[in-house]
């Protein structure tokens, strides 16, 4: 299995506070992914790193940020959460672009 | 744009039938063709993948052929077991799109014994 740790695996916060997810691989891979996972709306792409210090926006990217300031950390921070932003978050790499992405085991955050 | 549709689910079978999970996709380019299985509680894997048109990607005792003709990506298994009750998820990337991962909704699948 690709060399992925998605932390924390849980959380559960209130509406309004920061919230930060990590991805940290081991895989030394150019691309890594953020992704949501929601009943009726599959895998939707919220943001994506080509490099350190290199990222871009995917489909649903408003209300998130994220980070990459070494090639085996991602950073996904939810600037101020709402409950709409509850749903189990996927970290992916890959190591071009075209290749197939690896996924983390996944963290489900609850915004109560 | 770029789309991928899947048949709906859930499919339900019984032990030993044979599977088919349509896929067929819309691209403007030549894109490559994925197949991602998801077990309960588990994050995705890769199943198979075909980056040409009439390859054929295999794994598992799954296969998919890429059909350029049809725009199809059909997931067939001769003889299915209760392991493999997962959801299934049809993707395609192409340069023409960053090579982003374009998805299917999933197809969720339960073998009955």
């Known amino acids: 299995d690709a060399g992925i740790t998605q932390s924390p695996r849980h959380k559960v916060t209130e509406t309004g506070t920061p919230v930060t997810l990590r991805c940290h691989q081991t895989?030394?891979?150019?691309?890594m992914y953020w992704y949501r996972q929601d009943p009726g709306h599959g895998l939707r792409l919220i943001h994506y790193?080509?490099?350190?210090?290199?990222?871009d926006k995917g489909e649903v990217s408003d209300g998130y940020s994220v980070s990459r300031s070494k090639t085996e950390d991602f950073l996904l921070t939810l600037e101020s959460a709402t409950s709409s932003q509850t749903s189990v978050y996927f970290c992916?790499?890959?190591?071009?672009?075209?290749?197939?992405?690896?996924f983390g085991d996944g963290t489900r955050l609850s915004i109560l | 744009g770029n789309s991928v549709t899947q048949m709906e689910g859930p499919v339900t079978l019984s032990e030993e039938a044979f599977l088919t999970i349509n896929c067929t996709y819309t691209?403007?380019?030549?894109?490559?063709l994925f197949w991602y299985v998801q077990y309960p509680g588990e994050g995705l894997q890769l199943l198979l993948k075909?980056?040409?048109a009439d390859d054929k990607g295999s794994n598992k005792g799954f296969e998919a052929t890429y059909r350029k003709e049809t725009t199809s990506f059909h997931l067939e298994k001769g003889s299915v077991q209760v392991s493999d009750s997962a959801v299934y998820f049809c993707a395609l990337s192409e340069r023409d799109s960053n090579y982003q991962l374009i998805w299917g909704a999933g197809t969720k699948l339960i073998i009955k014994p």
């Open positions: 790193s080509y490099g350190v210090k290199d990222t």
């Open positions: 895989e030394n891979h150019r691309y």
């Open positions: 691209a403007t380019g030549y894109p490559s």
């Open positions: 075909a980056t040409k």
């Open positions: 992916a790499i890959s190591a071009a672009g075209g290749q197939p992405q690896h």
